[in-house]
């Protein structure tokens, strides 16, 4: 019985492992050859693809402008959703339910609905093709999340710790930074993976508020088209390359989404 299930649960990882693998192998094939044949392994090995992407401004440029964004989305969401969580965790006020709500439905809705209000403003303001401005455009989606998973986080740290350091004559941001901040670090950890998590992934906004110098590598493997047609190779390679930051970080906060799945609201 045991072997049996040890059978499937193997035949299970490599089922989700194959996507992966089948990636690896066409980054490491002329497009010619992954057009031409079927192989389980490259028969011309070449790095070709990940020289160019590494030495074309374009492509390394790319994934520079994706990590500054997803970067100071994920430290905005997070820094704006802790007092927040915190006000909807420790307060009752008129419409609290309400509020909770409707931060929500923002949630819910898809890009698409914004991109162009998001378009128009930037291009009025001036902040159309920078970081800041596909970074705040994500906080419309992140925050409701990050404040939705923190709030129930923090609704499982007692009230009487917050109760006891005002005793003991912590002021408020004292007892928020040095105390209560640290009792939720597993929370804070899940909020920023899911933060960071979708800003990478989003496409959409990332590509209509950008042009040229805050362009990200989702965008630009949008362009890899030629006469010859799509250049298969070069874009496995930029697509196995977009995996290593957020293995990164699941790697650093795994502990902490292990918390989250079993204590916290996620």
């Known amino acids: 019985m045991k072997n049996a299930k040890l059978l499937v649960t193997l035949l ?5 492992m194959l996507p992966i693998y089948w990636l690896l192998n066409m980054s490491f094939k002329t497009t010619n050859e992954i057009l031409g ?24 440029n790319g994934y520079l402008n994706s990590i500054t964004y997803v970067v100071i ?6 820094t704006v959703a802790l007092p927040a ?3 909807f965790s420790r307060y009752r006020f ?3 339910k309400h509020l909770f709500f409707w931060l929500l439905t923002n949630r819910m809705a898809p890009p698409a609905v914004f991109a162009l209000p998001f378009f128009q403003l930037y291009s009025a303001t001036g902040l159309f093709d920078t970081h800041i401005a ?3 455009a994500h906080c419309l989606f992140n925050i409701p999340l990050a404040v939705w998973i923190l709030e129930g986080f923090m609704s499982g740290v007692p009230k009487e710790l917050d109760e006891t350091a005002y005793l003991d004559g912590y002021s408020f941001w004292r007892f928020f930074v040095k105390i209560f901040i640290p009792t939720i670090a597993a929370g804070i950890g899940v909020a920023a993976f899911f933060c960071f998590m979708y800003s990478w992934v989003e496409l959409l906004l990332a590509k209509t508020l950008t042009s040229v110098a805050a362009k990200p590598i989702a965008a630009t493997m949008t362009r890899t088209a030629s006469t010859a047609g799509y250049e298969l190779g070069l874009l496995a390679a930029a697509g196995a390359l977009t995996i290593i930051p957020g293995a990164f970080v699941i790697y650093f906060v795994r502990n902490y989404i292990a918390k989250g799945f079993a204590l916290g609201r996620v």
Not at 12 to 16: C, D, K, N, R, V
Not at 47 to 56: A, R, V
Not at 73 to 78: A, F, L, R
Request: proline residues 5%.
């Open 85 to 87: 969580a915190y006000a």
């Open 134 to 136: 596909v970074a705040l």
């Open 12 to 16: 299970y990882i490599l089922f989700l």
């Open 73 to 78: 989305n994920t430290v905005i969401s997070v």
């Open 37 to 60: 044949t079927f192989s389980l392994w490259p028969m011309n090995f070449t790095l070709d693809n990940y020289i160019k992407i590494f030495t074309d401004p374009t492509w390394y």
């Open 94 to 96: 008129l419409g609290d």
